[in-house]
């Protein structure tokens, strides 16, 4: 601010010197101008044709010179009171014959020669330092010349006043436009340093202050659109805020992968859910061949048009990845590639789950329906020819296997009601050791009768549990009947109910055939079974174990699986114990 306040106390003074300047010119020359017309004028007056005749008649005198000197010096306009101003007399060479003042003050000018040729010389130059008239004196006695030289004393005085008051006035002037100059430049910057330090606070993110209007001219109007600037910015940038942080947050938080490139295929942008679909570290040295240089060619990405993308899969671990890549701005030097990442692991997994339950829907119900058509086509040819002991064995066979399809629609009900969460659920307050023995006494007898040794163990004061009794207990009966089931006559059986922590369980172990390791992580898969070909002698499903697993998520409990080949099996199935 400093620098304009000193440029316009600058222009004001340059203003004022050139006023003076021009002004002081002016007068000056015209002063000079005034004083060699009125000289001029002066001399016409005084040499009228009279004052000529009676200068001609003088010349006829004695010492004519001098009384011609004296004569003119007469005169009230060229007298000797006049400063700076003599009278000479000539002859026709130019010789001075009387004077006035000193005789070597004369020397031979342009209007002296011009008389001496006849004729009155009254040439005049505002340049030159003398003003002077000739005028030729003709008589019977010669001709003499009388000079009147003026050498401008009083003009040159006056002119040196005038450059005094001239100076003078310069510096009163140049005193009063510096106080003006400074006055105004304190009107014009005190807003503009307002201004200023307003701007500087609005730059550095304080919106909070607002400038004072002190006038109503331009610089007021400034001020208030100054005023209204900050609060719109202010309101802006709130909301840019705000919806930064969103982005912000949704960008950190958000279940699909993003990472953005620059034109030169570094790393600018990455989320944690990248990082971890990618199953490796991200930094900023990173590029993009690196990550998916095998899968898409960066440059032809860049050049793709909006809305354009390119879309392709890979695999990243034991992920399956689709990735979905498009450049974020039309300008390929300033732009990039946004690349965003979708795990669709679960996707594939349940498509191929899907894929594997309809085709193993459709075996296990073929397989009965086969059999019922067979034997169904069987009794049908034979008409009354079959033996009634074979007859009866055919319809039992085709009812077992109508059975065996019924099981298999009921649980498939099941399990869709289950999946769609409209399963009806009895819900009550029951005691978890009464559901256990109820499990053992129904299935003792069947235990009996393969020769197995069967016991229960129920630790004192088991505690109560909140749930469908019925489904509770289908589920423990299923597991038990598994091991029942699955263990050679003559082995052992054990039912444990105990607590731990907040859950209550039930562990079912027996010595029976056992699992193969490979098969543990699929046990809860639909219709898959370890042995298929002795399940279904069995006349199971292979869906009693994903029923039990969906039963005990809708009771938030758990189910756990150990076994050793060869050796035997534990299950333990756990609940949450009732809330008082």
């Known amino acids: 601010m400093r620098s304009l306040r000193m440029k316009l106390v600058l222009i004001m003074v340059l203003l004022i010197l050139a006023l003076m300047t021009v002004a002081g010119s002016f007068l000056i020359n015209g002063v000079g101008e005034f004083y060699i017309s009125e000289f001029y004028n002066q001399m016409t007056g005084t040499f009228s044709q009279d004052f000529i005749s009676r200068l001609q008649e003088t010349a006829t005198e004695d010492n004519a010179p001098n009384r011609l000197k004296e004569l003119i010096m007469a005169q009230p306009e060229i007298g000797i009171d006049i400063s700076g101003r003599n009278v000479y007399v000539l002859d026709e060479s130019g010789a001075v014959l009387a004077a006035s003042g000193s005789a070597d003050a004369v020397s031979m000018t342009a209007n002296m020669l011009t008389a001496m040729n006849g004729a009155v010389g009254q040439a005049s130059s505002v340049t030159s330092a003398y003003m002077d008239l000739a005028v030729p004196v003709d008589s019977d006695a010669g001709r003499y010349i009388v000079y009147v030289l003026d050498n401008k004393h009083t003009v040159n005085a006056l002119t040196g006043e005038v450059l005094t008051i001239i100076l003078r006035s310069l510096a009163l002037g140049l005193l009063i436009c510096i106080i003006l100059a400074f006055l105004l430049a304190q009107i014009i910057i005190a807003p503009l340093d307002a201004l200023t330090k307003g701007t500087r606070q609005v730059a550095s993110g304080d919106f909070s202050q607002k400038l004072t209007v002190t006038s109503r001219d331009e610089l007021g109007v400034l001020t208030r659109n100054f005023n209204s600037m900050s609060m719109v910015l202010k309101s802006t940038l709130a909301e840019v805020e705000n919806e930064r942080n969103k982005l912000s947050t949704l960008f950190l938080h958000m279940t699909d992968g993003v990472v953005a490139f620059n034109s030169d295929g570094g790393v600018i942008h990455f989320n944690p859910a990248a990082v971890k679909m990618l199953c490796r570290t991200i930094d900023p040295a990173v590029k993009f061949d690196e990550l998916f240089g095998a899968t898409a060619n960066f440059s032809a990405l860049l050049a793709l048009p909006k809305p354009q993308y390119f879309s392709v899969e890979m695999e990243a ?264």
């Open 317 to 580: 671990g034991s992920r399956d990845l689709e990735l979905f890549m498009a450049p974020f701005s039309a300008d390929q030097a300033d732009g990039g590639i946004m690349v965003v990442i979708h795990d669709v692991t679960e996707q594939r997994h349940n498509e191929q789950t899907r894929r594997e339950f309809v085709a193993n829907a459709s075996h296990e119900l073929r397989t009965p329906l086969t059999n019922i058509k067979s034997y169904a086509e069987t009794i049908a040819e034979a008409g009354g020819d079959l033996p009634k002991e074979l007859h009866d064995n055919f319809i039992s066979v085709i009812i077992g296997e109508a059975d065996r399809m019924t099981r298999i629609v009921k649980d498939l009900l099941t399990l869709s009601r289950l999946d769609s969460g409209k399963m009806e659920m009895s819900i009550s307050r029951f005691p978890f050791a009464r559901a256990v023995s109820n499990v053992y006494d129904a299935v003792s007898i069947d235990a009996r009768n393969h020769g197995h040794r069967f016991t229960l163990e129920l630790a004192p004061n088991l505690p109560e549990v909140d749930g469908d009794r019925e489904r509770l207990e289908q589920v423990i009966m299923n597991i038990v009947s598994n091991a029942i089931k699955y263990t050679p006559d003559g082995g052992k059986i054990r039912i444990l109910a105990a607590t731990e922590g907040q859950t209550v369980y039930v562990r079912i172990s027996d010595n029976g055939i056992g699992i193969p390791a490979q098969d543990l992580p699929r046990l809860f898969e639909r219709f898959y079974r370890v042995d298929k070909a002795r399940s279904r002698e069995s006349g199971g499903t292979g869906l009693g174990l994903s029923i039990a697993k969906e039963i005990l998520n809708q009771h938030k409990g758990d189910i756990k699986i150990e076994s050793v080949y060869g050796q035997g099996t534990d299950v333990t199935i756990s609940l949450p114990i009732a809330k008082a």
